[in-house]
């Protein structure tokens, strides 16, 4: 999330880094609704001061016996507080409309990105290794996969639909060997800490790693409110109700206290109970009656929309999402940065958009496993640990022995929250192209800002926000896809590459 404050600063850079990235301009419309904000923050301001001044003053007139004075100002005080009890309501939601606002703003590119559209304009800026030359004409990883018997996509299809596999035997311990020998390279050798986080996330932790709201439609969405939660609130829910009843039963008790006297006495009991303290006892006892009922509905909206999808836990995408989320709310010690994290965890996503788009084979799946890399540091370390961030995904594909390239991404290609990125793309000898295995990102203070991420310098008083950095470390089910085809045989059978033979047990081939 942008800073509002840099905006109102910096309309022109805005709307230049949005050009750039193929939007329509966001300045004025984004100046225009915090101008709103700050306009009713004013107003409030302004009658929560006259509301004190006058309570005051309501003091004074009593002193000085001036009873119409002191009524008058009751009744501004009073007016004041019905207006309070609603501007503060729309103070939240232009809180609400700024930030949601804010929140589908895209991060603004660095000024040494490309501009540019597309895939098409990304910039290769290396490449490893040589593409194999094979006597036979190369297959892809599913032909290879169904021939040995070991990729079955039909049964997975029967049980989840498409875009699902199940793999058997040598192959699954393939994948197992995969995912460990990458944990274990970025733990030994890269000085990652390794993490087993959560699957399941809040919608605020989505949020926090810029997948909401912009991409819900990608994110499969898990169970509702915990039973606790619902139990909380219908406690709440009733409290106020129970309250509201007692009101109501309070003035019951006084209408049938009036009914019980004659028609022609009821007049002279009426006026009777019309002192100033009564009147304004009975003026309290209507504002909070009318509270409890504004509070009740508020926390019956909530219970309504327990089932709605930010209510909801959401599986991750990424195991960006947990890790990054560590340190959200949270203020670190300068010294404690840079904190490198890495997990290797199943990734769900809906690939939304994607229809028609690789439907055959591993490339794009539902569900799949990836080690991902996180990097949480100070602004002045986060260009130089993307450049390390990235070189630590190129070591796993250079100790495979897999050929791929490194690309700079364009600002047309780029995430969302990114500010920089680079794609490795591994060789696929059965595709004959390159294919995108790791996405290393630098995103500056985008994240930190809507988790509230900080750290304080050596010797300040004050805080600043973290620079988060997120990488594929890679992709495990595209990796396994390019051992397959990269390590392929004429005879169907698959070579191990020798760095994964000791967490195969020893094993040289498959098939």
């Known amino acids: 999330m942008l800073d509002i404050k840099w905006i109102r600063e910096n309309p022109a850079a805005l709307d230049a880094a949005l050009a750039r990235r193929g939007a329509e301009p966001q300045a004025a419309a984004l100046i225009g609704i915090d101008e709103a904000r700050r306009a009713h923050i004013a107003e409030l301001q302004g009658a929560q001061e006259r509301r004190n001044a006058a309570s005051k003053e309501i003091g004074q007139a009593m002193a000085q016996k001036d009873a119409a004075k002191a009524e008058a100002l009751k009744a501004e005080v009073a007016d004041i507080k019905t207006f309070l009890s609603t501007a503060e309501g729309e103070g939240r939601r232009h809180d609400e409309k700024l930030r949601d606002a804010l929140a589908r703003i895209p991060n603004v590119p660095l000024d040494d990105v490309p501009t540019g559209k597309d895939e098409h304009d990304n910039i290769e800026i290396r490449r490893w290794g040589e593409p194999r030359s094979f006597s036979f004409a190369p297959k892809e990883h599913f032909d290879i996969g169904e021939k040995l018997g070991l990729m079955d996509f039909d049964a997975a299809a029967k049980m989840s639909g498409a875009r699902f596999v199940v793999l058997k035997g040598a192959l699954a311990r393939l994948e197992r060997a995969l995912a460990q020998f990458m944990l274990d390279l970025h733990t030994d050798a890269h000085g990652y800490t390794e993490v087993s986080p959560p699957l399941l996330v809040r919608a605020n932790a989505l949020f926090g790693t810029n997948q909401l709201p912009k991409f819900g439609d990608d994110l499969f969405w898990g169970t509702t409110a915990t ?117 290797g965890t199943y990734c769900f996503r809906a690939e939304a958009g994607s229809a028609g788009r690789d439907t055959r084979g591993m ?134 590459p020798e760095v994964l033979r000791p967490y195969m047990g020893g094993m040289e081939r498959i098939g």
């Open 227 to 343: 039973r606790d939660e619902v139990e909380i609130l219908q406690s709440k829910i009733e409290d106020y109700r129970q309250r509201k009843l007692a009101i109501i039963s309070e003035i019951d008790e006084f209408g049938d206290y009036i009914e019980g006297f004659p028609s022609t006495e009821r007049g002279a009991q009426l006026k009777h109970f019309q002192t100033p303290e009564i009147v304004e006892l009975e003026s309290e006892k209507r504002y909070l009656f009318s509270e409890l009922n504004r509070y009740e509905t508020a926390l019956r909206a909530k219970l309504d929309d327990l089932s709605s999808p930010p209510s909801r836990l959401g599986l991750i995408p990424t195991a960006e999402v947990p890790l990054t989320n560590l340190v959200r709310e949270s203020i670190l010690d300068e010294s404690a940065l840079p904190m490198r994290m890495t997990a």
């Open 363 to 496: 490339i794009r799946q539902h569900q799949f496993f990836k080690v991902e890399m996180v990097s949480i540091t100070t602004p002045e370390q986060s260009l130089a640990e993307h450049e390390r961030m990235t070189a630590c995904a190129e070591e796993v594909l250079k100790r495979l022995g897999l050929p791929f390239r490194t690309v700079v991404l364009c600002t047309g290609d780029m995430g969302f929250g990114a500010a920089k990125t680079h794609d490795i793309e591994v060789w696929l000898p059965g595709q004959g192209r390159y294919r995108e295995i790791s996405s290393c990102s630098v995103l500056g203070d985008f994240q930190a800002r809507r988790m509230d991420a900080r750290y304080r310098p050596e010797g300040e008083k004050g805080t600043r926000f973290v620079h988060t950095l997120n990488g594929s470390g890679v992709a495990v089910g595209r990796a396994l896809v390019a051992v397959l085809e990269n390590y392929q045989e004429e005879d169907g059978s698959v070579t191990i």
